[in-house]
């Protein structure tokens, strides 16, 4: 032990933006991040978990729907239930939300087709740990690529403090034609009522480099930093 | 001790009304109403999976298959509705 932040970033059949994650969070001083196979128990001692994109067991049934049921689901629950920060990104925000951790559905996006650009989002509340960092209507450039990202609201609806991004076009106006997969209310990610689970469909991890981005946008570093380092 | 053998039961997932549903649409509008089989009004598409079961009865075998789908989340009630039906 050095004394760093720890974080588990778990790696299901299929995943393939954990090293990415991994990589992202290695550049904030004092993080130490690892990867985490989904049958291994060890990630109960960590400090926060990452959920990364990718795929996981053929989104076979639905997008996160097998992930959902894996041993490490169940203590991520746990340590969610404790308050620790859980990040999902892409396939990890469609397995909380196939956990349950997550209220509502992810569907397929209504062109029924795979979406992989650069998109903005705005920031809707700076009251969880990974948006603290941010200001409310700020926007960031993020990248999407994904299938089912057509977010759907629970019956009961999101609660206001649940809605973390929003698409939006370059000067936040939150639009018809910002929204690149017909995601109700434009909804980009979301949280839990405590604010400690995030779920988003964008890409942070893909947008913390310059060199990364043909906007050359750092943005996705800032919700890094604001999970692990505060305001 | 009563016999049990083998039950097939169907189970069909599909968004729910008002999840909207546009691989059923875009089947209806672009091929089969485009068509001209204009006795055809809506077209849903969904999810299927038959479960081959061992019970004694049918009843049973549905009985078990829907709280398996209700216990693993075979469906998100957030957004879909289920039918389970014996084959």
Redo the contacts between chains.
């Keep these: 032990m050095t004394g760093g932040l720890r974080v588990a970033v778990v790696r299901f059949p299929g995943s393939n933006c954990d090293s990415d994650a991994v990589r992202a969070m290695k550049a904030i001083r004092g993080v130490e991040p690892d990867l985490v196979w989904h049958e291994d128990g060890a990630i109960l001692g960590y400090d926060a978990v990452v959920l990364p994109g990718g795929f996981s067991f053929g989104d076979y ?2 997008a996160g ?1 097998i992930a ?2 894996s041993p490490a689901i169940g203590r991520v629950r746990r340590l969610a239930d404790r308050g620790v920060p859980v990040l999902g990104i892409c396939n990890g925000f469609q397995v909380l ?2 956990a ?1 951790l997550l ?3 992810l ?2 996006n ?3 087709r795979f979406v992989c650009r650069w998109t903005t989002v705005k920031v809707e509340t700076t009251r969880t740990p990974f948006t603290r960092g941010m200001f409310k209507g700020q926007v960031l450039r993020m990248p999407i690529a994904h299938n089912e990202g ?1 977010y ?4 009961s609806s999101l609660k206001s403090g649940e809605l973390v991004f929003r698409y939006c076009d370059e000067m936040g106006r939150v639009t018809r034609a910002s929204n690149p997969t ?1 995601t109700t209310g434009n909804v980009a990610g979301i949280c839990n009522r405590e604010g400690n689970v995030l779920g988003l469909m964008p890409h942070p991890e893909r947008a913390t480099e310059s060199v990364l981005s043909p906007f050359s946008s750092e943005d996705g570093r800032l919700l890094f930093e604001s999970m692990l380092l505060g305001d | 001790m009563s016999r049990t053998r083998l039950f097939s039961v169907n189970v069909v997932v599909s968004n729910r009304e008002g999840a909207g549903d546009p691989e059923g649409e875009t089947i209806y509008r672009d091929l089969v109403s485009k068509s001209g089989f204009d006795d055809v009004k809506s077209i849903r598409s969904g999810k299927f999976l038959r479960f081959d079961v061992v019970a004694t009865n049918q009843a049973s075998a549905r009985k078990l298959v829907a709280s398996i789908c209700d216990e693993l989340r075979i469906y998100n009630p957030a957004a879909h509705s289920i039918s389970v039906e014996c084959a």
Aim: charged share 25%; proline share 14%.
């Design positions: 049934l639905r729907a959902a049921r939300i196939e349950g209220p509502g559905a569907l397929r209504s062109t029924l057509r759907f609201p629970p019956e017909g």
